[in-house]
């Protein structure tokens, strides 16, 4: 019931995002701030924390505004005078806060959480700079627990994943060009031809 291009990039994205959701802790009530929530793994941690009653605010281009709403997540311009949109939303800061981004939100991600202990990046290459923890490890066991809880959904149609496009093998450094500009809207697919 799901077809292969969302078939073979459910996986990573879903147990990545599944991952770093129990690594935050994150619970019912809470409020999570999820940078680039629009990409493949922020827009998959928007909808399982959503769907566990999580409060979700979402930083993404304007243009991606109404797909964070229907995700769940309240959604922020993200760019020039972030902070201060973002401390308009959450005035008494967030409780946790997930970086799939990497683009120099960390410094604000800790000051809204309190602190860096509930702040985590799949992107960022200065957490260590700012005591924030990086996870590169994908979903490693917690995959087909994620799967179990998606696969459903996705069935169901009450879990969006979009796929911003599918690529041959010959046109992986468009497909590159494309993922490092950071303005995929879903997830980019190599397909065998």
């Not at 292969?4 to 996986?11: F, K, T, V, Y």
């Not at 973002?86 to 809204?112: M, N």
């Not at 998606?150 to 599918?166: D, M, N, S, Y």
């Amino acid at each position: 019931g799901v077809s292969w291009e969302i078939s073979g990039s459910l996986a990573g994205v879903v147990g990545t995002a599944y991952k770093t959701l129990a690594m935050l802790d994150v619970s019912a009530g809470e409020t999570l701030l999820i940078h680039a929530a629009s990409g493949g793994v922020g827009l998959a941690a928007v909808q399982l924390a959503a769907a566990r009653g999580v409060r979700v605010i979402g930083t993404a281009g304007e243009r991606n505004h109404e797909l964070l709403s229907e995700a769940g997540a309240t959604p922020v311009l993200y760019g020039d005078g972030l902070a201060g949109r973002l401390r308009e939303i959450a005035p008494q800061g967030v409780d946790a806060v997930l970086d799939a981004s990497g683009r120099g939100e960390l410094g604000v991600s800790v000051e809204l959480a309190g602190g860096p202990d509930r702040v985590l990046t799949i992107a960022a290459q200065d957490a260590a700079e700012h005591g924030v923890r990086f996870h590169g490890g994908g979903g490693g066991g917690d995959t087909i627990t994620a799967l179990d809880e998606v696969l459903p959904l996705i069935e169901a149609g009450k879990f969006i994943f979009p796929i911003a496009g599918t690529f041959s093998l010959e046109q992986a450094g468009e497909a590159l060009e494309i993922s490092e500009s950071g303005h995929a809207r879903g997830k980019l697919v190599i397909v065998p031809v």
